[in-house]
């Protein structure tokens, strides 16, 4: 395990706002799920605020051996086709309109993009039905072979670099990664001049406050699982929030896009269905605000 006492983008000194034993009944679960209930017999789900950042983040991680045996769990592609019909129809319209506006802004007739992190392949899939010459790279080996013969490039974490994109998209990524800065400088490096990230990540910005209030109070409530889902023990370790997401693209030299408004109306699906309707008005307006955990950031050039 990797015990971070500073903040992991910033470096800076961070103070812990809350801190409970894994012993808990709350907590125990979820170090079972791990498989390394020993290993947290004498070690807090302890979670630090850097004032510096503003990013919140778990004291105790996983290493790299520990995280590819959490998120490797034994499946086939029959496991994995299960979970794609299980998706609603308005999560594919998610990920039309977003590929689509990004084939709008990249001027590459056949842009050369990096899923990083991309599961069984949902946004790697979809930019290669519109035309992208698609890379992935993912911990979990049987969802990495089931988008290898989707057509998907499959590379390691070392492979991306040298290589160079012009897109990568870095989607419920970075939140469960002990190293957010090295990870996303190493992607920032392999961008083209001009090329674009995008980082999203899960989003509460009252749970700092509850955390605290829990800590002075004594209250465990807030272990609900839904309540700490954006700091799920051992899983999402970081909880970003909008100022530590532009902080981190500071620290990596890319620079947040207002993203047109115009080409977001353009780009909605489903205007049929009353949920995609409302949400097809609203989205331009929060992507030109540039608001909450999901940002697309430039390199210069």
Request: charged share 20%; glycine share 8%; hydrophobic share 45%.
């Amino acid at each position: 395990m990797i015990q971070r006492l500073i903040c992991p983008i910033s470096g800076a000194p961070a103070t812990v706002i809350f801190s409970r034993s894994y012993a808990l009944p709350e907590l125990l679960s979820f170090a079972k799920r791990a498989g390394i209930s020993d290993k947290l017999a004498d070690k807090p789900y302890e979670i630090r605020h850097c004032p510096a950042s503003g990013l919140c983040f778990q004291t105790w991680v996983l290493d790299d051996n520990e995280l590819a045996g959490l998120y490797s769990p034994s499946s086939d592609a029959g496991f994995f086709l299960a979970a794609i019909g299980r998706q609603k129809l308005h999560w594919f319209a998610h990920m039309t309109e977003e590929i689509l506006v990004m084939r709008q802004m990249v001027a590459a007739k056949t842009p050369v993009v990096l899923d990083f992190g991309c599961n069984w392949g949902k946004w790697a899939s979809m930019a290669l039905a519109h035309g992208c010459d698609v890379y992935g790279v993912e911990v979990n080996c049987g969802a990495a072979a089931f988008c290898a013969a989707r057509g998907i490039k499959m590379i390691s974490r070392e492979q991306v670099r040298g290589m160079h994109f012009d897109f990568i998209n870095v989607d419920q990524v970075i939140e469960h990664l002990s190293d957010p800065l090295g990870v996303t400088n190493a992607l920032a490096d392999a961008l083209k001049p001009g090329a674009f990230m995008k980082l999203g990540t899960p989003d509460n910005p009252r749970l700092p406050q509850q955390l605290r209030a829990a800590q002075a109070s004594g209250d465990n409530t807030v272990l609900d699982a839904k309540t700490i889902d954006p700091l799920i023990p051992l899983q999402h370790v970081n909880l970003f929030s909008n100022a530590s997401l532009k902080f981190l693209a500071g620290q990596i030299g890319l620079r947040p896009v207002r993203l047109p408004f115009w080409k977001w109306v353009g780009a909605g699906q489903l205007w049929n269905l009353p949920r995609q309707f409302n949400r097809n008005i609203v989205t331009p307006f929060k992507r030109r605000r540039m608001r909450g955990t999901y940002l697309w950031l430039q390199k210069s050039g």
